[in-house]
């Protein structure tokens, strides 16, 4: 039974902070009962299935303030205006200028990522651990590359770059592709959302790779280019979309 | 509603006066302990279900106390009403541990 107290508070951390005791004796007395194969069968069952009861705990939060919400609304169409401007003026401020543009337009995501984040980490009950990895997730994915990339800088190590790269797409991915299973806001919003996802995570991968893995260069540099084609016009619709959605009404599909 | 949760209303209105804890829900409607306890959740969450703890000494009875549920006089209400609507109550699938309406 040490061993199964052991796995039920590991996977107790799944569930909202004020649910984990409670669910770890109810399970426990469960258990208790049981024997042999059944005990190990139950137990995998309820750890498996241990993020739907989260689900079912987890408190409805009530949505960002307003000015907030215009706040990041503001954000996200300042994204696609720079990405735009990085990307059809370079012949007037300079490739070097028109790179950074580029690179920072994602950090027009910050305040949308620390909503959700924030709100996500509330209905799990609030606590250190899901503020830490509110906070974690805002920095890594709310700001592109940049926090990552200045963080490899400082400490030299390219992994952290490489693997910060994959964040902000992953986020945006995971995000539209939940809204539109949940339909939980237009279909062909969140459609454009998963595809701007898909497009950031390969043109932020394949960037990584050109720079840092010269042997990947020959698959890197039309993976990104491809990328690119696909994250430009999904991602002035997404974040424009997006943008207004919030001003207007405040809430928008995972956000 | 789903038929997992017309199990559950059914094994707890069943016999309304007595509280069932989690095996012996396992045990009526032929469900996972990791399926019951979420809709445990929501039905506690919705007011149709109520729960509370056994009371007895963990070390004299052996085992760690289990947590009782029973259906609250709403939820008593709508597990009839689901009843009523779908002909006859689901049949609980004892000693299956999933129930042949599942697949």
Request: aromatic residues 6%.
């Amino acid at each position: 039974m040490r061993l199964l107290r052991v796995v039920l508070t590991f996977a107790a951390l799944a569930l909202p902070a004020g649910h984990r005791a409670r669910w770890r004796e109810e399970s426990l007395a469960v258990l208790t009962a049981v024997h042999g194969l059944r005990r190990w069968w139950f137990a995998l069952d309820m750890m498996v299935k241990a993020p739907l009861l989260a689900g079912a705990l987890r408190r409805p939060v009530t949505p960002p303030g307003r000015w907030l919400s215009v706040l990041a609304g503001a954000g996200l169409i300042a994204t696609s205006v720079t990405a735009v401007a990085a990307l059809a003026l370079p012949p007037v401020i300079g490739e070097d200028a028109a790179e950074l543009l580029f690179l920072l337009s994602p950090c027009g995501l910050l305040g949308v990522v620390a909503a959700r984040s924030v709100a996500t980490a509330r209905s799990y009950g609030g606590g250190p651990l899901p503020y830490l990895t509110a906070a974690t997730v805002t920095v890594f994915a709310g700001t592109g590359p940049v926090a990552a990339g200045a963080l490899s800088v400082a400490t030299g190590v390219t992994a952290i770059a490489m693997a910060g790269a994959v964040v902000p797409g992953l986020w945006l991915l995971t995000v539209n592709a939940t809204a539109l299973a949940r339909r939980s806001g237009p279909p062909a919003l969140a459609l454009a959302g998963v595809l701007a996802g898909a497009g950031l995570l390969g043109v932020l991968v394949g960037l990584q790779l050109v720079t840092h893995v010269p042997a990947a260069r020959g698959v890197a540099s039309p993976v990104t280019a491809l990328s690119l084609a696909l994250l430009v016009p999904a991602w002035t619709v997404w974040s424009l979309w997006n943008g207004m959605r919030l001003i207007r009404l405040g809430h928008t599909p995972g956000v | 509603m789903t038929l997992q949760v017309r199990l559950v209303l059914s094994a707890l209105a069943d016999e309304p006066d007595r509280q069932l804890y989690g095996l012996e829900i396992i045990e009526t409607t032929g469900l996972l302990p990791g399926t019951i306890y979420p809709i445990l959740a929501r039905l506690e969450a919705a007011g149709w279900v109520v729960s509370e703890w056994e009371v007895v000494d963990e070390r004299e009875a052996g085992r760690p106390r289990r947590r009782y549920y029973r259906l609250t006089a709403d939820g008593l209400t709508v597990a009839e009403a689901s009843a009523v609507a779908r002909g006859a109550r689901p049949r609980p699938a004892r000693g299956r541990v999933i129930p042949r309406e599942a697949f």
